[in-house]
C-alpha cells in the first residue's frame, strides 16, 4: 500500500489527524505508543496492530470484517494490575506480518459487533488499554502528535497484497522473493507467468521470439483484452502490459533464447523452461547448467485414441551440478515428430497446459521452502487416463 493511497483513506488519515502513531505496512496496521498499565501497576507502552480489511483499490473496508487486533508489549492490565482478561483472548509471542506481538485481543462492539471503520476499531481498543493508564496519568495517551502516518511496503504488487496478511504468512511469502525468468510464452508459460504474478518473486522476466495469435488465446489464462491485441504484439509485450496490472517488475525480452544468447540468463535465481522443441531445449538445458542456474522444464503431450484425447503433462526439476547424463535421461531433446511419443504430439489444451504449469510452480516453491518438500523429486509426469502422477525421486 502506497502512502499516497494510504493518506487518500479517510479513516486513516483521520487517525493521523487525531494524533495516532500509525504505520501501514504490507496490509497490517500498527498504532504505536499506546499506554498500558503493567501487572506491577506501573505504566508502559506497547503497539496495537491487525491485518487491515481492503477493498478491491485498497481502501479500508467498512464496515471491517475483523473485530480482533493484536498487542506487542507485557500482560495490558486494569488500574488494580489484574491482567484485562476481558479483551485477552489469548497470550503467546508470535510473528504476526513483519512484528512480535504477545497477545491475541478480542472486543465486539455490543450492537452491531462489527467495528464500523478502522478508525472506530483503533480508538476503541485504545480506550480498553489506554483508559486504565489515563486512571492513573491524565496524560498517558496514544495521541502523541510526534509522528505523521508512514507507509512500508516492500511488496511486488501493484495492488494491495490484503490476502497475506489476512492469512498470516508474509514471512512465508518473501522466500520467494528473488529474480525469475520464463523461457516461451505459449500455453504452458502463459499459466506459468498468471501464477508467478501472484507470488512475491521480485522480477519476472519473459523471454519468448514470437508474435501473439488468435491461436494461442485458446491455450492461456483470462480473456483477451482486445485493444492490447491489435498490431499482433510480441507475446511477452502482451503479457507484460496485462499482468503489470497486478505485478511489479515483468520485463519482456522478444528474443528466443538460444546458445548464443543463453548467458543473458546468468544472475536469475530460478527459471521455468517452457519450449515444445528438443533442440531449443538442449542448448537451453546445457546453459543454464553451466550459469549453475536452478531450473524446471515442463513438457506436455495430448493425443488422439479412440476417438479421445490422451496424454501426460511433465515437470522435471534440474539443480546445479546435476551430472549430463542425468539430465539427458530426463529431458526430450528430440524434434521429430512420432506417434508413440506424448511430448511431440502437436495437440495442446487449455485443461493440460494449467495443470503443467502449476506443477512447474510447486516445484519451485518445495525448492524454495514456501511448501514442504519430503521427496525431493526430480521428474513428476501425470497421465490423464489413469488421473496418476508418478515421481523420480534422487537417490
Same mark, same amino acid.
Given at each position: ?44 507502552? *506497547? ?31 486494569? @488500574? ?80 494491495? +497484497?490484503?490476502?497475506?496478511? @489476512?492469512?498470516?504468512?508474509? *514471512? ?5 522473493? *528473488? ?20 507470488? #512475491? ?65 546468468? *544472475? ?50 534440474? @539443480? ?25 504430439? +502437436? ?16 516445484? #519451485?516453491?518445495? #525448492? ?26 534422487? @537417490?
Amino acid at each position: 500500500m502506497s502512502a499516497a493511497l494510504t493518506s487518500l483513506d479517510p479513516h486513516l488519515k483521520r487517525l493521523v489527524d487525531e494524533g495516532f502513531e500509525i504505520e501501514v505496512r504490507n496490509s497490517h496496521l500498527i498504532v504505536r505508543n499506546v499506554p498500558y498499565v503493567t501487572v506491577d501497576g506501573v505504566l508502559a507502552r *506497547g503497539a496495537l496492530t491487525c491485518a487491515l480489511s481492503l477493498d478491491g483499490i485498497g481502501l479500508t473496508c467498512t464496515p471491517q470484517a475483523d473485530h480482533t487486533m493484536y498487542f506487542a508489549g507485557s500482560t495490558p492490565c486494569h @488500574r488494580n494490575g489484574d491482567p484485562m482478561r476481558n479483551i485477552i483472548n489469548s497470550s503467546s509471542r508470535q510473528m504476526f506480518g513483519d512484528m512480535e506481538v504477545d497477545h491475541y485481543l478480542s472486543s465486539k462492539p455490543e450492537i452491531t459487533h462489527r467495528y464500523e471503520n478502522i478508525f472506530d476499531k483503533v480508538v476503541a481498543y485504545e480506550g480498553l488499554i489506554g483508559g486504565a493508564a489515563r486512571s492513573l496519568d491524565r496524560s498517558a495517551n496514544a495521541r502523541t502528535h510526534a509522528k505523521m502516518m508512514v507507509a512500508a511496503d516492500d511488496s511486488p504488487f501493484a495492488i494491495p +497484497d490484503s490476502a497475506s496478511a @489476512r492469512y498470516r504468512i508474509g *514471512g512465508v511469502n518473501r522466500k520467494l522473493m *528473488g529474480r525469475v525468468a520464463i523461457i516461451g510464452l505459449g500455453g504452458t508459460g502463459s499459466y506459468v507467468l498468471d501464477l508467478l504474478a501472484k507470488s #512475491w518473486v521480485t522480477e519476472i522476466h519473459l523471454y519468448d521470439g514470437d508474435q501473439l495469435l488468435n491461436h494461442n488465446l485458446f491455450r492461456s489464462p483470462g480473456a483477451p483484452d482486445i485493444d492490447l491485441l491489435r498490431g499482433f504484439p510480441f507475446k511477452v509485450e502482451y503479457y507484460a502490459q496485462v499482468y503489470g496490472r497486478m505485478h511489479r517488475g515483468i520485463t519482456p525480452h522478444a528474443i528466443k533464447v538460444t546458445s548464443a544468447n543463453v548467458d543473458e540468463l546468468a *544472475g536469475f535465481d530460478f527459471v521455468f523452461v517452457c519450449v515444445d522443441r528438443g533442440s531449443s531445449r538442449r542448448e537451453i538445458a546445457e546453459g543454464l547448467l553451466r550459469l549453475t542456474i536452478p531450473f524446471v522444464d515442463t513438457g506436455i503431450g495430448v493425443g488422439l485414441e479412440q476417438d479421445a484425447l490422451d496424454g501426460c503433462a511433465r515437470a522435471t526439476f534440474i @539443480r546445479p551440478g546435476t551430472p549430463w547424463s542425468e539430465v539427458q535421461k530426463l529431458l526430450p531433446f528430440g524434434d521429430d515428430s512420432d506417434a508413440d511419443d506424448v511430448y511431440r504430439t +502437436d495437440i495442446q489444451i487449455a485443461a493440460v497446459n494449467s495443470l503443467n504449469a502449476n506443477m512447474a510452480i510447486l516445484r #519451485w516453491k518445495r #525448492w524454495a521452502n514456501y511448501f514442504r518438500d519430503e521427496r525431493n523429486e526430480v521428474n513428476s509426469v501425470y497421465m490423464i487416463e489413469g488421473n496418476s502422477i508418478s515421481n523420480r525421486v534422487t @537417490r
